[in-house]
Structure formats: C-alpha cells, structure tokens
C-alpha cells in the first residue's frame, strides 16, 4: 500500500482544539490541494469526538478519532504507541504537528519510533517539483533559514511554528467523515504519569529575555501616556521599555530603560513610541528584528533605523492600532 | 618561538571573561560614582580560586601558573579596573612576599586564607615622604623582648581599610640606610594599628586607597617576614611581580577602550557616513591598535619569563612603561574620537581614561621604570 | 546516581552576524561555547549529585575541537568526558544523531540511571536529539525539565508547558531534556580548570560502537538540508502617512506577514 495523504495531530487539551491545529489543517489542506489528495486529522483524547465537526470545517476530509479515558491528558508513551499504530495503519504521505510542549515533545518520540525524517518549527510547507514536502524553518537563532526534504522515508513529517500557517475561514457546510480507530492502549506501556497540572500567570519577563517591547519616550509628554503603551505592549504580548529621557523625567521606574545607559535588547519587534532616536537609544535596541518607530516628527532620527513608521500623533495612532490589533486577533482565532 | 596559550590559560580568560561580563561589569559604573568597594564580587571571586590562581593548592592556592592569572587581571581589568587592582594588589604584593620568604609557619597561617580569598592583602611601603625615593623610610620598628614597635605612617595604600593581612615595610636599623629594612605581616586588629585617610580618587573608585597609621602597634616577633635588613631588597623584587600585575590592568583598559571605540566609530554617522570611514579616524585606530599589540607582547613576555623563573627587573619595567603609557594614550583618545559623547558620563571612556592615570603612577612611577631600564644600559 | 549528561559545542549564535553585503553568516571571531540548555543539565547533575551522590559522565558527539567543551564541563566538575568523534558521524541529522548518543549510551553506560541534555542547541533549534534519544534508548522523557526531585528511583519532574506547568513521576532509567529556567550554571573554579586537563577524555569512534554505515552520518540521516538562505535584514524603511486608521491597517498588514501579530 503506498503512502497517502496529508495528516495532522489535531491536538486538543482540556476538551479545546488548540488554535494551531486549525493552522496546520490549513497549510495541510494547500497541500493536499496540491497534491490532489485528502487531508486526514487524528483527534486523540477522552470524549472528544464532537470535536471533529470543526476539524471538518476547517479543511479535513477525515477525522480519525481515537478516545479512551487512558488519553484524557497527554503523556508521550500514550500517544506514541497511538500514532505509531495510525501511521503503520494508514501509511500517511505528511503527519504535521503544531510545534507547542506537546507537538516538540511527541513528533521526534513518533520519528524515532517508526524511523522517518522529522523538521521541527516549520514556517514555511511547500510541494517541490517532484511531489516531496518543502518544509523551511529557522535555525542559527533565526540567522539562517533552511529549507529540507525527507526524499527516503515515510510520513514525512514536520512540527509547525503556531501563529504562522493560516487557517481556513471555517465553512460549517464542509462534508467529511468521521471514523473510530481503535488503537491498542495499555496503561501498563504508560511510563509517566502526570500528577498535577498548574495554570502559572506568566512571570514577568525581563526586558533582555522579551521577544516584544514597547517603548515610550519624550513625546508621551506626561506619565500616564504609559498606560497606552502598557495596553499596546500588552495586545502584543510585550514588555514595556522607556528612553532615558522618560526616566529621567521620573515616568517610568529605571529598570524599563532601553539604552547605552540602560539595557541593550534585541527583541523580534520594538515599537519606539514618541522617541526620537538618539545614539543612547538606538545603541540599546537598533539590534531588534523588526522595529516600528511612531512619532510626530517626520525627521525623527528614528525612522533611519526603523522597518516601518507612522508619522503622526501616537494618541490618535496607538488607540486605532490597538482596536485592529484586537480585531485581528479576534479573527485568527474565531472557529 | 611559540606566541600561544595553552589550553588551560585560554579556559581561564573566557571563564573570567565571562564572570567579568555577569558579575563585575553591570555594576561597575554605579561603583565609579559611589566608591563602593566590590566585596560581594570579591566573595564570588574567592569562591572560584581566583584569589589565589598562581599558588599551589596545599597553601590554599588554586595550583594555576602564574599566566593565568596575569590574564585573570587583564580581563577584569577590561570591564572594572578596580577589580582588576584589587587582585593584583593582593596576589602579586601580598600573597607572594609570603610564599617566597614566609616561614611554614607564616605561610600556613597567612598565605593559605590569603590564596582561598578568606582573607583579602595588602602591601605598604609608600610613605607621606617616601614615594619614589622609597628607601626613605620613617616608619620605625622597635625589637622589645617577644615583640616589634612600629611607629609611623603609610599612604595610597591600595586594599587599605578593607584588608585582613598587610606586609609592611620599616626600619629595624636606621644606620644601616637601605639595608636596614625589614618586612612584618601586621593583621588589621594589632594594638595600636588603625586605618587613616581613604582617599578620594581622579579613578579607580572602587578600589579602596588608604593610609595606615602605627602608633606603638605591637607585632610580635614571629611576623618578621624574612630575616631583619632583607626589607628593601623583598619590596624591589615584590614590587617587580607587581609592575606586571598593573601592566595587565592597564592593558585590560586600553583593550577595552579600543574596543569601544570600533563599535562607535561604525554607529555614529556624521557627513551622511559611519565616522569609521574617515581616514583621520582610521589612522588614530591604527595606532591605538598598534600600541595595544606592543603592550600585549611587553606584558606576555615578562609574565611567560616570570613563570619559568627568568624574568628581570627590566622585563617588568619595559611591560608597565609601556602598557600604562598606550593605556593613558588610547583613552585619550577613545574619548577625542567620541567627542562630546566620550565626555558624559553615558559612555564608559571617560571611566576608562581616569582609571588609565594611576597606572603610570602607582607601584613605580613611569620615571621609575626608565631609572631601571637606562640603570640596566648606562 | 550514574548520570549522563550530552552536550553539543556551538558557535555562540547570539553573536553571529549577517553580513549584509555577501548575506552570508559571520562565522569568524564567533567563539564556541556549550550549548547553554546543555550547561542547565551539566548544573543539573552536578546539583543531583551533590544531592545524591553518585557519577556524572559528560558525552559529546563532534569534532575533535569539542574536547574544549567537555574539559569546561569537567572543570564545572563533571567526573569523566567521553568524546564521540569520527568522520562517518558527519553530516548527522537528529536522527542519526540520536542513534549514535543512544548506541554509545548502551555501549558505555548500560546500567544508566539518568540521562540529561539540553532542551535545544541554539545552532539547530530542532529540540529532537533528546527525544529521539531517549526513544532509541527505549526509556521514559520528559521534555521541558525544571525541577528535578529523586527519591529512591523515583523522579518527580516539574515540567513547563506553555501556559503553567505540570508535575511528572517516572522512575529511572529515563532521560529529560532541560530548561534555561532550571538554574544558574556555576562558573567553573580556577583549580577546576587545571584539574580537567590531568584527566584523560576518552574518544569513542565507530570501532567502538560497530554501527553500520548506513546508520551514520549524512547517510543515515532521513532529512536532507537543500537550501540554506539569509534573511534580509535590510531595514524597509516604509513610513505610513495620513489618517490613524489607513496607517495602522498598513502596519498590521506588514506586522502580519512577518508573523508578529
């Protein structure tokens, strides 16, 4: 039997299709588009088959259902022995992941199990001229991007970066099929037992350690303009730095300064709000990925250094940016 | 001619490189303006042998060789130097008096706390009347039955006021001139021991810089270090070891200056370009560089021929001539290229260059140095 | 405890640098260093050991130039290192990565009780080698270690997950992979230093663990790397003008496709 299909883990926790399945669903419907052939998702857990309806939704022409109270949370060797047993079953073509705790924990397990290629933190799936699986990724630290093939073994398979891959619009009129499979589980073959599971608020990040800062400086002209950008940093997922004349004007305590005086950041995206880009400051952060500069000053030194700009009031700007930012957000995630 | 390190000489400086980048580095600005002595990165440092590298493990020492730890003070020096002094102070003009011509005894009580940093060192010689003519000694040592006198004063002490061990220097025979000098390890609790002024510095803040007074301090017989009329002659071979000591520090800085001086000179733009594009600017870097090149091999050199036993007094002076005048010639410069910036205290340069003065100053004026390398030649 | 602890030497890639003219990697000048998740596991042993007592064995796969990076996990105080070097290993992916670790694993330390790496290298930011070991080794793992309690041959892991964390119990033998958040690596000590240079580090080849050639290296690798590309670090330099909401839309269009939103 040759191998077939496009497959997904639609990995769930707590009875939730993580958003990331329903990404990976839609980078493996493309695929499968491409390929001319289905898109299968394995849905695994206790009392979860009602799930498969939005899996269907989102792009799956079959959903593989395996439940058993042995699965109700995750533990590698449960889901190894399952998955182990789908691919011998099915012979999938691709078995993508989402690469969260879980996807980064089980993909190698399963690879090294049944002997294939693995990619992790995929950001990029394609399909080359000879049919195999194009799966790019970041490595060095994001300095380099590679792009790799499994030309020998199957599935092909591929952890995937969440927040990259778009979903489907889901479409409550797509059709597809639901099947049980009965995988062979054991709880002697379970050699981890998870015993307690803690909901931790995030701790908070250190400026050198965020991977988002939002920075405010001399043109929030009073303090309270901190609470805008502690609300733009927290939309973002960000911590909140400040220039040194912030600082110094005693807005903002000194452990949020960015600069050669302060802390020397090197974030994926820094938003530089009404700061007009001194050395001093450009010297803590002009090593960031992505830096969005907003100010009022069209020659704000700033916007030498920045990817993108808006020039204008950041109390008229940050507000809206801070409404689209909600809205879109709101639009990824919608199932 | 081999110019490498071995493989346990370059682990030392990326492990003080490191420790230096972590522990001394954050802090070090803050300290340059307060004066606060490190003693927290001192305890860390203890911790790790780095207050004992070059003495063997039996008297407390970390059983390195004597490079390694000429390294260990160039890279501190690199972020901090006042840390960069304290350690060579210590090591180089306290612990080795005491390895050389301690008795067991001595050795067992003051180099082994001294080695493992549980005890911090000292070395007094200078006097308010005895700077380069140090043989003028007014400090006076009075044998009495079981136990020295010591009355007199010493000043710009370095580790002054916050050592547990200091070897000082006084006349036992003043008809004797020079060779009536004898050395004596004084603890800081001694009778009649107490510390003076500490001193309020152009730079390395915060290293501790003190004067000793003796009024009638008692020191008992058995802290004769060497024999009685030896003194003179240890401190000039003490102090020979401790050039190369502060010849690191004062490389460690001008490497540091340099350093941060290319960064800036590719940053800051002037004229629509990098000022790292101009040629004035590219020939003062040549020659800064250039000058830490000489003073790296000077260094090297006189701590290699110190570690197989050849080294001479003028290896250690041609080593701290030349790297504490390319030290106070390439802060200087670093912060002219910097500019207005070089003058703020936002940057470090301007730290750097005030740290830089003491070293063609302390352990041997620059003017010392050239009496003994011309002394060796004329 | 028989703790063994793999770690891989890489460059440091928090200094490397894209050169924009020839958009090649900056390679000169960068210094190798252990892998940082991999010195949380050596000062993870090390602590467990201190705890517990037993021996902690370092093992690196790599060229003959990573014997720096066992002496520096020996001088943080490591009892033995164990350098896996051989040019039928080159090329290696995670796999066959793996199964090399794993085959000298069961070759040198059968009776192990723990096994202990980092999560991730910070070269090839996969996180595989570790599970795949421990799946080639036919042990339990937990990824994501913080926490490491011990109890007769009991393991109580405290796992982090992306929301909180979870409490794991498993007995040895088992291997976990290990967080940044875990602990502070100690320095190694001056006499640390010196002391890793009087012992011997053994060298293990494949005469040792007698692999065929098919298992190895690039030829036992089932993913092959076709391309590799910078990205473009040129600063766009695009400045939105006009009403709030036209440039804010614009911002979110350019932030979405760079995935940041």
Not at chain 2, 104 to 114: F, G, W
Not at chain 2, 240 to 252: E, F, S
Not at chain 2, 330 to 349: E, M, N, R, S
Not at chain 3, 69 to 90: H, N, Q, S, V, W
């Amino acid at each position: 039997m040759e191998n077939k299909d496009i497959w997904v883990l639609a990995e769930q926790r707590n009875g939730k299709i993580m958003n990331v399945a329903y990404e990976i669903l839609g980078a493996a419907r493309r695929l499968a588009d491409k390929k001319k052939c289905e898109v299968c998702a394995v849905l695994v857990g206790d009392k979860v088959r009602d799930l498969s309806d939005s899996l269907i939704h989102h792009g799956a022409d079959k959903v593989y259902v395996v439940e058993s109270p042995l699965v109700k949370d995750y533990t590698t060797d449960a889901y190894t022995n399952i998955l182990e047993q789908v691919i011998k079953n099915f012979k999938p073509e691709v078995f993508l992941y989402g690469a969260t705790t879980i996807g980064r924990d089980l993909a190698p397990r399963v690879a090294s199990r049944v002997h294939t290629g693995l990619t992790a933190d995929c950001t990029g799936l394609d399909i080359d001229e000879d049919g195999l699986l194009l799966q790019t990724r970041p490595a060095f630290g994001g300095n380099l991007m590679a792009t790799i093939k499994c030309p020998d073994y199957r599935p092909q398979m591929s952890t995937v970066r969440p927040g990259v891959m778009e979903k489907l619009a889901p479409d409550a009129k797509r059709k597809g099929e639901v099947i049980d499979f009965d995988a062979k589980l054991d709880d002697k073959d379970l050699r981890t037992q998870v015993v307690k599971m803690v909901k931790a608020a995030k701790q908070v990040v250190n400026l050198e350690e965020a991977q988002v800062i939002v920075s405010g400086g001399r043109g929030l002209k009073t303090p309270d303009g901190f609470e805008l950008i502690k609300q733009l940093a927290d939309e973002l997922g960000g911590v909140v730095g400040a220039s040194r004349a912030a600082v110094d004007s005693g807005w903002i305590s000194s452990d949020h300064q960015v600069g050669q005086t302060g802390k020397t950041v090197r974030p994926e995206l820094y938003v530089a709000c009404g700061i007009s880009g001194a050395i001093q400051h450009l010297a803590g952060m002009s090593g960031s990925r992505t830096i969005v500069a907003i100010n009022k000053d069209p020659n704000a030194a700033i916007f030498k250094v920045a990817d993108y700009a808006i020039v204008g009031d950041l109390y008229k700007v940050i507000p809206v940016l801070i409404e689209q930012i909600k809205s879109e957000k709101e639009e990824n995630s919608a199932s | 001619m081999d110019f490498s390190f071995t493989k346990q000489q370059e682990m030392v400086r990326k492990v003080v490189s490191e420790f230096a980048k972590n522990e001394v580095e954050p802090g070090a600005d803050d300290r340059d303006l307060t004066g606060e002595f490190p003693e927290d990165i001192v305890r860390k440092m203890a911790g790790l042998g780095m207050m004992g590298i070059p003495y063997p493990k039996e008297y407390g020492g970390a059983g390195g060789d004597y490079i390694s730890y000429i390294l260990a003070v160039e890279e501190l020096s690199k972020v901090c130097a006042s840390t960069g002094v304290i350690l060579s102070a210590h090591t180089s003009l306290c612990c080795y008096p005491i390895s050389k011509w301690g008795t067991e005894e001595q050795k067992k009580k003051y180099l082994v706390p001294l080695a493992k940093g549980e005890k911090l060192g000292a070395f007094g010689l200078t006097e308010p009347n005895a700077g380069t003519d140090a043989a003028t000694q007014q400090t006076v040592a009075t044998l009495e039955g079981d136990h020295y006198v010591l009355n007199g004063s010493k000043i710009f002490i370095t580790n002054g006021g916050k050592a547990d061990v200091y070897v000082i220097f006084a006349m036992t025979d003043k008809s004797k001139g020079n060779h009536g000098i004898s050395a004596f390890i004084v603890e800081k609790d001694f009778k009649g021991f107490s510390i003076g002024k500490i001193e309020d510095k152009m730079g390395i803040n915060a290293s501790s810089t003190a004067e000793l007074v003796f009024e009638d301090c008692i020191v008992p017989k058995e802290n004769l270090l060497g024999d009685e009329g030896r003194g003179f002659a240890m401190a000039m071979e003490t102090l020979d070891g401790g050039r190369v000591g502060i010849a690191a520090q004062a490389l460690g800085i001008a490497e540091a200056a340099l350093d941060e001086t290319t960064k800036y000179a590719k940053e800051r733009q002037q004229f629509g370009r990098p000022i790292g594009k101009f040629q004035g600017i590219k020939w003062y870097v040549a020659d800064m560089a250039t000058r830490v090149q000489e003073a790296k091999m000077l260094v090297y050199r006189a701590a290699w021929k110190k570690q197989v036993g050849k080294m001479k007094s003028t290896d250690a002076a041609y080593a701290k001539l030349c790297a504490s005048e390319t030290a106070m010639y390439v802060t200087t410069k670093a912060v002219q290229i910097f500019g207005g910036y070089g003058y703020i205290k936002d940057y470090p340069v301007e730290r750097y260059m005030r740290d830089a003065k003491i070293t063609e100053i302390y352990e041997g004026t620059s003017e010392v140095q050239k009496m003994v390398i011309s002394g060796s030649l004329l | 405890m028989n703790i063994v602890v793999l770690i891989k030497q890489v460059p440091d890639t928090n200094e490397v640098r894209i050169d924009p003219k020839t958009k090649t990697l900056i390679r000169k000048g960068v210094p190798s260093i252990i892998n940082p998740e991999d010195k949380n596991a050596v000062e993870q042993a090390l602590t467990l050991k201190q705890k517990y007592g037993g021996e902690v064995n370092v093992v690196t796969m790599g060229p003959p130039q990573a014997d720096v990076a066992l002496r520096e996990a020996l001088a943080m105080g490591a009892d033995k290192g164990f350098l896996i070097t051989d040019r039928f290993f080159g090329g290696a992916d995670t796999y066959a990565t793996a199964k090399t670790l794993s085959t000298t694993i069961k070759t040198v330390f059968p009776d192990f009780d723990l096994v202990l790496c980092g999560r991730q290298a910070i070269d090839g930011d996969t996180a595989q080698v570790g599970p795949q070991t421990a799946e080639q080794l036919g042990v339990p793992q937990v990824t994501y270690a913080k926490e490491v309690e011990v109890s007769g041959n009991k393991l109580t892991v405290t796992r982090e997950v992306e929301d909180g964390y979870e409490v794991i119990e498993l007995t040895t033998p088992a291997l976990l992979t290990v967080v940044k958040d875990a602990n502070q690596p100690r320095y190694p000590s001056i006499s640390g230093i010196f002391d890793a240079y009087e012992v011997d580090v053994k060298k293990i080849t494949n005469d040792d663990l007698k692999l065929v050639r098919e298992e190895l290296g690039l030829k036992g690798s089932p993913t092959k790397v076709v391309a590799t590309t910078t990205p473009d670090t040129q600063r766009k330099g695009e400045v939105f003008t006009g009403n709030p909401k036209e440039c804010c839309g614009n911002l979110i269009d350019r932030l979405n496709q760079r995935h940041l939103i």
